[in-house]
């Protein structure tokens, strides 16, 4: 069973928005950190954003690819389970496979410090 989920994804075009979901499936991650990654065809999956347990407007940390910082926000509702990647102003190089995670070390960027993986949702931007 497939421990994270995401949905949200789509095609938009340039400038356009998108919101991304992610939501666990058949247990909790209280506690952890949250990531989201992407994959797109022939490059190595690459770091997006992250959130603490108590990110975003419980007052914790956010982190975010110098590539999409400003663009895209990353959130978490833990009542509802869930975690969110806004993305603004969508740029045709965003168009990947995205990855949601879990890990339980806060700040961390590689792929390896996230033991949970969701199936990914295809995003793509059209110029």
């Known amino acids: 069973q497939v421990p994270l989920v995401e949905s949200g994804g789509g095609s938009v075009q340039s400038g356009g928005s998108l919101r991304l979901s992610c939501a666990p499936s058949?247990?909790?991650?209280?506690?952890?950190?949250m990531g989201w990654f992407r994959q797109a065809p022939g490059k190595e999956r690459e770091f997006v954003a992250s959130?603490?347990?108590?990110?975003?407007?419980?007052?914790?940390?956010?982190y975010y690819a110098d590539s999409v910082k400003g663009r895209f926000t990353i959130s978490r509702d833990n009542y509802k389970n869930t975690v969110y990647l806004q993305m603004n102003s969508a740029k045709p190089e965003d168009t990947a496979v995205y990855y949601c995670?879990?890990?339980?070390?806060?700040?961390?960027?590689?792929?390896?410090?996230?033991?949970?993986w969701g199936q990914g949702t295809q995003v793509t931007v059209s110029s």
């Open positions: 995670a879990a890990g339980r070390l806060e700040g961390v960027r590689g792929v390896n410090n996230y033991p949970y």
């Open positions: 058949g247990r909790t991650f209280s506690g952890y950190s």
């Open positions: 959130i603490s347990w108590n990110g975003g407007s419980n007052g914790g940390s956010t």
